[in-house]
Structures are given as C-alpha cells and as structure tokens.
C-alpha cells in the first residue's frame, strides 16, 4: 500500500500543480487508508459472511438432526401404541376366559346351592318330624305321670278316708 501511496502522489504532483506538499501527502494517506480500510471491511465482510453461512448450515443440520430424532420418536411410539394394542387385545382375551370360566363356577355353585338347599329342607323335614314326635312322646310322658299322680292321690285320700 505504500508503493501504491508513493505512485499517487507523484502521478498527482505531475498532473495538478502542487501548493502545499504536506496535505497532498494527508489527502493520499487518507484515500489509501480508506481504500485499506475498504478492503479490510470487504474481507473481514466476507469472512463474516462464511462464518454465518458455516453456522447457518450447522443449524439447518441440526434441525435436520432433531426431525431425524423427532422422527424416531414418533416410530418408537407407534411401536409401543403397536405394543399396547396387542396387550389391550390379550387382556381382552384373557378377560373373556375369565368371564367364561366364572360364569361355569357360578353355575357350579348354584347347582351345588340348589343341591344344599335340598339337602337342608330334607334335614328340616326330618328335624321336624323328629321334633313333632319327640314332642309327642314328652305330652304321652307328662299325661301318663300326670294321670299316674292323680291316681295315685286318689288312692291315697281313698285310702286316709277308709282308714
């Protein structure tokens, strides 16, 4: 950038006639300095630039990265909805055995219930006969002591009298 400065000033003194020296030299320092930092801008602008668009493209992969993951997700749920379903159905089955099989032992039971309940009418048939007869046998027994007591008083207060 010197050589260049050093060119423009003499190209300048040559086509312009020259007053001051000193602030050819400044005006030319200047438009170096600005073409420098020109330059600079523009480099350091297109190094920016790269950098934004590096980290554009590693966020643009990672969102493509998370809609990969976003996406296993969504199959490994599908997966276990898949799964859930199939124990849903099984429980079902499974339910409906049980539902079978309590409907037989609930037959079971009633027949059985029906059974025992004949069985136990008899045994109060029989309870009850034997309690009406037992209950017979005790008005016989009270009647005949009864009758037997009286006999017997009679018979004393005959025999008291005669005596």
């Not at 020296?21 to 420098?36: A, E």
């Not at 016989?140 to 002591?145: K, N």
């Amino acid at each position: 950038m010197d050589n260049l400065a050093d060119m423009l000033e003499h190209e300048l003194e040559d086509a312009f006639e020259v007053k001051n020296r000193g602030s050819l030299h400044r005006y030319i320092t200047l438009l170096t300095q600005n073409m420098i930092l020109k330059d600079q801008n523009n480099s350091e602008h297109a190094a920016f630039r790269e950098t934004i668009i590096r980290i554009d493209s590693r966020i643009e992969e990672g969102f493509k990265r998370m809609d990969d993951r976003f996406e296993q997700v969504e199959r490994r749920f599908e997966q276990v909805d898949k799964r859930f379903e199939q124990v849903d159905k099984r429980f079902e089955a499974m339910q409906q055995a049980m539902d079978k099989r309590f409907g037989q032992v609930d037959k079971r039971f009633e027949t059985m219930q029906q059974s025992m309940d004949k069985r136990f009418e008899q045994v109060d048939k029989r309870f009850e006969f034997m309690q009406h007869s037992m209950d017979r046998r005790f008005d016989m027994m009270f009647r005949f002591m009864s009758l037997g007591f009286i006999i017997m008083g009679t018979m004393m207060s005959v025999y008291q009298f005669l005596v």
